[in-house]
């Protein structure tokens, strides 16, 4: 592995402005130029938001020490595989710390000392602010909760601090007319960048998790979730050193047919009049799935057995409090917090009873196009995927 690169300048952001006008071309010439707009609008205005944080930040740095960054937590997987919802019941730990969505959009400690003013001083008003802003949560994100709940001041998907930067295939994969044309045109992803491009979006995200840390007065540990990092394990791990690993690995099939319809739902959620996925899309997002798979077996071998575990999604449902037990004892994790217990009791009195049906026909699929190529993952891990 390549020495790390630099801490990214501290007064400047590593914004992939080569991808995001690449992306606006495209998207002007295929959609005209007022759809793409109000996105544009936003990442520029997003863009210049945190550079000021940013700029702040390094003319007033945090001395604020933080030694346990690199024993950091990771979850990753295949996107549906449960890596959700084992990062939320580990975040109930009192020592667990994540990125909320609003400070990964606003990593600047500086901002974030800002947000924490107009949130006291909201409080000591009555709190009208806050109930004003829970309502717009409410209406914007309310019907994708039962595929996945969003809010602003909850813990979210790690990529999300590098889809800020416009150094995240989420910005390639988030518009149906970018994959329905193949990417023909568009700029490359994630895994087929230079390295040093590679490495300096990571060295940003350890940046912003720093930030984080220090917030926390450099106490307990971080734990990320995020199901790309399953992609560059490698690389995640020469950027996070000592750091844990926590890989979710459920039945593809299942885990594939439900990536294929939670992104047709955000389609709609973004654009009503968004239909069916096309064959374009089934195809990437089979592909991607695929290569998803490999890359997390290939990268897991690198990866000491005492820093990574593989944990069945089944057993993770069907089992929950044995699960994270489970995991505990591996990593030799400090002692689980009341509140996770509370709600590992909870979630024992209602076992787990998958509520959807997963039929690749839907998407004009057959078994072969999945079995196939990932014949190895299937053998490997036969027990967790027919696991209750």
């Given at each position: ?217 450099g106490d307990g540990l971080y734990v990320g979730k995020n199901p790309r990092f399953s992609r560059c394990l ?66 897991l071998k690198t990866i000491p057995e005492h820093r990574k575990i593989v944990i069945g999604y089944n057993a ?26 509370t709600e590992l009791s909870r979630l024992e009195e209602q076992p787990y009873r998958s509520k959807h049906q ?31």
């Open positions: 592995m390549n020495p790390l690169p630099q801490t990214p300048n501290r007064f400047s952001i590593p914004f992939r402005w080569d991808v995001f006008w690449k992306k606006q071309r495209v998207l002007f010439t295929e959609t005209g130029f007022f759809r793409p707009l109000p996105a544009l609008l936003f990442h520029l205005g997003l863009y210049g938001t945190n550079q000021i944080g940013w700029g702040l930040d390094g003319i007033l740095p945090s001395t604020i020490r933080t030694p346990q960054l690199d024993n950091s937590v990771f979850i990753v997987g295949h996107q549906r595989s449960g890596t959700t919802f084992l990062h939320r019941l580990l975040y109930q730990n009192e020592w667990a710390h994540s990125l909320q969505l609003q400070e990964m959009l606003f990593p600047s400690n500086t901002l974030q000392e800002c947000i924490g003013i107009v949130n006291r001083m909201d409080s000591t008003l009555g709190g009208n602010i806050r109930k004003w802003f829970q309502q717009i949560q409410e209406r914007t994100f309310a019907d994708l909760d039962k595929i996945h709940r969003v809010r602003f001041d909850e813990p979210e998907e790690d990529e999300l601090v590098m889809w800020a930067i416009y150094a995240s295939d989420m910005c390639i994969n988030d518009n149906p007319t970018l994959i329905e044309m193949g990417l023909k045109g568009m700029p490359k992803t994630f895994e087929h960048w230079s390295k040093n491009h590679q490495q300096s979006a990571l060295m940003w995200y350890r940046s912003c998790v720093h930030k984080k840390i220090q917030r926390t007065n490698p690389l995640l791990d020469n950027t996070f050193p000592n750091s844990k690993i926590i890989v979710l690995i459920r039945n593809p099939i299942e885990a594939i047919v439900s990536r294929m319809s939670l992104m047709k739902a955000i389609w709609t959620h973004r654009n009503p009049n968004f239909g069916e996925l096309s064959p374009n899309h089934v195809q990437w997002i089979l592909n991607n799935s695929i290569e998803t798979y490999l890359q997390t077996e290939k990268g993770l449902k069907a089992t929950p409090r044995l699960t994270v037990q489970k995991i505990q004892r591996h990593f030799e994790f400090p002692e689980y917090t009341p509140s996770l217990m997963y039929d690749l026909q839907q998407f004009g699929l057959h078994e072969s196009q999945i079995r196939e190529p990932l014949a190895e993952v299937f053998s490997r891990y036969h027990t967790l995927l027919n696991s209750e």
